[in-house]
């Protein structure tokens, strides 16, 4: 009997339900490594992923003349999940193109422009001050809640900005830097979400900003998420949303019944959920999530951003530009330039600390947020995905509250019953990245797997015969 064979069947009265060894909810990074890694060791995998892609908050999609990364992009080589995975998948890298020119705002509010070097001297004490404890705050990124962290996650990045004497120009590029990498106002961050990132990178503030928003994956996330799911020996369910989890039964006779949107019942000795704190009500779970995913579910996570791609007319010198976390887009790059039948174009890529700010369809309200920040840019169309509005995710990547990331991660990462948590909120090192989407997908694949190691697998125990092949992905 071929691993990762199932068998197919409806819930009604008298019809057989399928079972599995272990149900994965959700197919983006998390999902389809943890399937993969479970379905290597002969356990029958059933991936349920309520959207009709693969990928999860990573999206390559053909929008403004070129394949556009919608959500998750940047890697970097210390990140070292993504980076196995890279390594495996045979995967290269790119860099974002290197800045001509600098924008960000004066003293008095207006714009000014320099090199990539004056804006990076008009910043450099400030961002060492904001991270200047962080080896006593967390000496080892692996160990995120443990060091003077525990003393200091009450604190937002807005109450460390307050405590640095800075004068207004550093400040404001600052801050924007920060929101930039934050996705939300920066009185609602912890501090705790710049120094977990800091310590990941071996306490170097600049190795940190290079690993956040500089390389690209060759081929996109698309192509990248495509080759795991290749390797994925059980199916992978689209467009089959998970609408309750129920545990049942006790000791050998403890499984879950999986309920789907469409109907379905799928009787699991294990279930992995994959979705974000924000997002994970969803779901309807019998018993009740662990106090730790409610209380953080009620209060959400940070973010709150927006990621969104405009096309300008004409080729515009490499450039970014800062403006200050109160407006709609605080960050913008230029990205890839465009030639076709209409023209010469440039692409640029913005983000914004609140979503509601930003509307794709509203072009002059664009048109009059980028002239505060780079005056000359005439914009030609503009499209984004609403993470925060979408029912999936309600969320863009994962920064933590004040307070959150002690009181919370741990409790985070413990199963509940026969329910496991597998998503990059709950991840130890990079938090938020889709590295930390990878190293909870190992984390949970091996415990896992080493619960349900030594009884036959439920297709072998069943005698059920083969449905599914390798990476086979259903609509």
Same mark, same amino acid.
Do not use: M
């Given at each position: 009997m071929s691993?990762? =064979?199932?068998?197919?069947?409806?819930h009604r009265e008298g019809a057989q339900m399928q079972q599995v060894d272990v149900v994965v909810i959700g197919a983006g990074f998390a999902g389809l490594v943890a399937a993969r890694e479970l379905g290597a060791t002969g356990l029958d995998v059933?991936?349920?992923?309520? &959207?009709?892609?693969?990928?999860?908050r990573t999206w390559t999609d053909h929008r403004l003349g070129r394949e556009l990364e919608m959500g998750a992009n940047w890697v970097h080589w210390v990140q070292p999940h993504v980076w196995a995975e890279m390594t495996r998948y045979g995967r290269g890298i790119e860099r974002s193109p290197r800045a001509e020119e600098a924008y960000w705002r004066g003293a008095d509010g207006s714009p000014r422009r320099?090199?990539?070097?004056?804006?990076m001297e008009l910043i450099d004490a400030g961002q060492q001050l904001v991270v200047d404890d962080v080896r006593e705050a967390i000496p080892r990124g692996v160990e995120p809640c443990e060091g003077?962290?525990?003393?200091?996650?009450?604190?937002?990045?807005?109450?460390?900005?307050?405590?640095?004497?800075?004068?207004?120009?550093? &400040?404001?590029?600052?801050?924007?830097?920060?929101?930039?990498?934050?996705?939300?106002?920066l009185d609602r961050v912890g501090l705790s979400s710049a120094l977990r990132w800091v310590a990941a990178a071996g306490g170097h503030w600049q190795l940190m900003h290079e690993a956040s928003a500089t390389y690209r994956v060759t081929g996109g996330m698309r &192509?990248?998420?495509?080759?795991?799911?290749?390797?994925?020996?059980?199916?992978?369910?689209?467009?089959?949303?998970?609408?309750?989890? =129920?545990?049942?039964?006790?000791?050998?006779?403890?499984?879950?019944?999986?309920?789907?949107?469409?109907?379905?019942?799928?009787?699991?000795?294990?279930?992995?959920? =994959?979705?974000?704190v924000n997002a994970i009500d969803?779901?309807?779970?019998?018993?009740?999530?662990?106090?730790?995913?409610? &209380?953080?579910?009620?209060?959400?996570?940070?973010?709150?951003?927006?990621?969104?791609?405009?096309?300008?007319?004409?080729?515009?010198?490499?450039?970014?530009?800062?403006?200050?976390?109160?407006?709609?887009?605080?960050?913008?790059?230029?990205?890839?330039?465009?030639s076709d039948g209409t023209g010469d174009s440039t692409l640029l890529v913005g983000f914004g600390p609140d979503h509601r700010s930003v509307d794709p369809d509203d072009l002059g309200a664009l048109q009059r947020?980028?002239?505060?920040?780079?005056?000359?840019?005439?914009?030609?169309?503009?499209?984004t995905h609403d993470w925060m509005g979408d029912p999936l995710s309600r969320t863009t990547w994962m920064t933590h509250r004040p307070g959150q990331l002690t009181r919370d991660l741990c409790e985070l990462q413990q199963p509940a019953g026969l329910l496991?948590?597998?998503?990059t909120d709950n991840a130890a090192l990079w938090g938020g990245f889709i590295d930390g989407a990878i190293e909870s997908a190992l984390r949970e694949a091996r415990a896992v797997a080493a619960a349900l190691r030594g009884p036959e697998p439920a297709q072998r125990r069943a005698g059920l015969s083969p449905r599914a092949r390798p990476g086979r992905q259903r609509r």
């Open positions: 691993r990762g =064979t199932s068998t197919r069947s409806s059933l991936t349920l992923e309520a &959207r009709d892609r693969i990928g999860g320099g090199s990539l070097d004056a804006f003077r962290i525990r003393e200091l996650d009450h604190l937002s990045l807005q109450d460390r900005f307050d405590a640095l004497a800075l004068d207004a120009e550093a &400040r404001t590029a600052n801050e924007s830097v920060w929101v930039g990498h934050v996705n939300a106002p &192509r990248f998420a495509e080759a795991i799911a290749a390797d994925v020996a059980g199916e992978i369910r689209l467009g089959c949303g998970v609408v309750s989890v =129920t545990q049942t039964g006790t000791g050998d006779d403890a499984h879950a019944i999986v309920e789907t949107g469409t109907g379905e019942r799928i009787r699991a000795r294990r279930v992995v959920s =994959t979705l974000p969803a779901i309807r779970f019998d018993p009740p999530l662990p106090e730790a995913w409610q &209380r953080q579910h009620a209060e959400t996570v940070a973010s709150q951003g927006c990621k969104i791609w405009l096309r300008a007319r004409g080729h515009l010198p490499r450039f970014f530009a800062y403006g200050s976390q109160h407006d709609p887009i605080s960050v913008l790059k230029a990205e890839f330039f465009l947020a980028v002239d505060e920040l780079r005056p000359g840019i005439e914009l030609i169309e503009a499209t496991h948590f597998a998503t």
